[in-house]
């Protein structure tokens, strides 16, 4: 259940995000979340999902008042989250010293993103975010995907989500 609500909510990310912000904040809020109580109550993915989903609604409401922080926070979880996704697809490690290097990286260029490319950047943004959830959350739902197909996936929704945000987008 937890895998399907990440790839669901990274595929509307990746496609849909920089017209609804409000999804970009609350999936930050979500993956964050989905991130530290994983690591607090592993094997109880029922706690997992309702306290991740709280979190993102609650970062969703957040919005409002602190915008510009908001966005640096979500370009910085949401790109170093893309950067370690697609590491570990290559054999990276999770938690050693290259994958926190790739993750803080992939935050400081979402920094970027998110400071002087505002709207090109936000398309960015919630493409590679979105990607990367789409990626946590495929191996766990048990479909036949397995090899360069499995490792393709990501990229190919980066690209592609970022390509309908800026085909829709208003001039």
């Given at each position: 259940?937890?895998?399907?609500?990440?790839?669901?909510?990274?595929?509307?990310?990746?496609?849909?995000?920089?017209?609804?912000?409000?999804?970009l904040?609350?999936?930050?809020?979500?993956?964050?979340?989905?991130?530290l109580?994983g690591?607090?109550?592993?094997?109880?993915?029922?706690?997992?999902?309702?306290?991740?989903?709280?979190?993102?609604?609650?970062?969703?409401f957040?919005?409002?008042?602190?915008s510009r922080?908001?966005?640096?926070?979500a370009?910085f979880?949401?790109?170093?989250?893309?950067?370690i996704?697609?590491?570990?697809?290559?054999?990276?490690?999770?938690?050693s010293?290259?994958?926190?290097l790739?993750?803080?990286?992939?935050?400081v260029?979402?920094?970027?993103?998110?400071?002087?490319?505002?709207?090109?950047g936000?398309?960015?943004?919630?493409?590679?975010?979105?990607?990367?959830?789409?990626?946590?959350?495929?191996?766990?739902?048990?479909?036949?995907?397995?090899?360069?197909?499995?490792?393709?996936?990501?990229?190919?929704?980066?690209?592609?989500?970022f390509?309908?945000?800026?085909?829709?987008?208003?001039?």
């Amino acid at each position: 259940m937890t895998s399907l609500v990440l790839v669901v909510l990274g595929l509307i990310l990746a496609f849909a995000g920089r017209r609804y912000v409000w999804i970009l904040i609350a999936a930050t809020g979500f993956l964050l979340a989905f991130w530290l109580v994983g690591l607090i109550l592993p094997g109880n993915s029922l706690a997992v999902l309702l306290l991740a989903l709280a979190a993102g609604i609650a970062a969703a409401f957040l919005l409002r008042g602190i915008s510009r922080i908001i966005l640096w926070i979500a370009g910085f979880i949401l790109v170093g989250t893309a950067a370690i996704a697609l590491g570990e697809r290559f054999g990276m490690s999770p938690w050693s010293s290259q994958w926190v290097l790739t993750f803080l990286a992939g935050g400081v260029l979402g920094l970027v993103l998110a400071t002087f490319a505002r709207g090109v950047g936000i398309m960015v943004i919630t493409a590679l975010g979105g990607a990367a959830m789409v990626m946590m959350g495929l191996p766990d739902l048990g479909l036949p995907i397995a090899g360069a197909v499995s490792n393709a996936v990501g990229p190919v929704v980066a690209v592609a989500g970022f390509i309908v945000q800026y085909a829709t987008r208003k001039s």
